[in-house]
């Protein structure tokens, strides 16, 4: 498990979803294996709303 930010390797804190947070704010994921994902925002929101525009594509939809 990594515990040092990606970004300004600093020690992350848990946080809910299995995702870790720096003193300076950035999420990051504590799975290397997976490839790892770090982001000054929420990375799991961000995935998130890239599985609903991939199922919107998929729909035909255009959300209008």
């Known amino acids: 498990m990594i515990n040092k930010c990606p970004l300004c390797g600093r020690k992350g ?11 300076q704010g950035h999420f990051f994921d504590d799975e290397p294996n997976e490839g790892g994902d770090y982001s000054d925002r929420n990375p799991a929101a961000r995935l998130e709303r890239n599985d609903r525009r991939k199922q919107t594509r998929k729909d035909g939809s255009n959300g209008r």
């Open 13 to 23: 804190k848990p946080v809910a979803g299995g995702l870790l947070q720096c003193p």
